[in-house]
């Protein structure tokens, strides 16, 4: 009897240790963010943008749409988005993201942010970036009736060993957010205006800024 007993208390205390470890790696993971200060290397201010018109959905319906289908708009093969705590049917924050990325790094961001018309995530604690990126819809700046869909992001390389891969990192950035910008548009069933655009600023550690789109 006492034998069951403490096998009992034992098999208790190994399920608690799971649900325990389970609850840690899908609500509470305990990842620190990672702010651009604690980055290595330059300073990147970088823009994706596309201009479009007639969409076929309301500007809150297809950002809504956006943030709960956040696999369908990016390209699997270079950044595959799975949600990793949170509704997945929702986009709330402090909900976080595990994204697998073409080459040896893979990364989680968080959301630190979400409206009706943008969202944004921070880096976590592993990322090879450290910073934050947004995506907002908003109307076009000078024309009338006329959509932009853009997304920014503000962040160093994580270590000198991230820095050292920039230009690999970089043209796999520019891939996955250029066809994100494609995909809202097609999925907006909408007018595209022009080439979708890219710019990035480069703030050095000695403060020179260098502009290179």
């Known amino acids: 009897m006492q034998r069951r007993h403490i096998i009992y208390v034992f098999g208790l205390g190994l399920g608690f240790i799971g649900l325990s470890q389970l609850w840690q790696r899908r609500f509470k ?31 809150e319906a297809l950002v809504k749409y956006i943030k709960a289908n956040l ?26 993201y595990d994204i697998t990325i073409l080459g040896p790094w893979n990364g989680s961001v968080r959301v630190r942010e979400s409206q009706a018309l943008s969202f944004s995530f921070s880096t976590l604690e592993g990322h090879p970036e450290a910073g934050q990126i947004h995506f907002e819809l908003k109307p076009h700046p000078e024309q009338a009736q006329t959509w932009r869909f853009e997304i920014g992001s503000e962040a160093r390389s994580r270590d000198g060993l991230v820095e050292m891969a920039y230009k690999i990192g970089k043209a796999v950035q520019t891939q996955v957010w250029r066809t994100f910008c494609e995909r809202v548009v097609e999925y907006a069933q909408a007018e595209q205006l022009g080439e979708i655009q890219t710019s990035t600023i480069e703030q050095t550690t000695e403060g020179e800024v260098v502009i290179h789109d």
Do not use: H, I, N
Request: charge should be positive.
């Open 29 to 59: 993971r305990g990842k620190t963010t990672q702010r651009p200060q604690a980055g290595s290397g330059s300073l990147y201010r970088r823009r994706y943008w596309v201009d479009f018109v007639d969409p076929k959905q309301t500007p």
């Open 71 to 96: 696999p369908d708009f990016s390209p699997g093969l270079f950044a595959d988005f799975r949600k990793a705590t949170g509704d997945g049917r929702l986009m709330q924050v402090g909900d976080e």
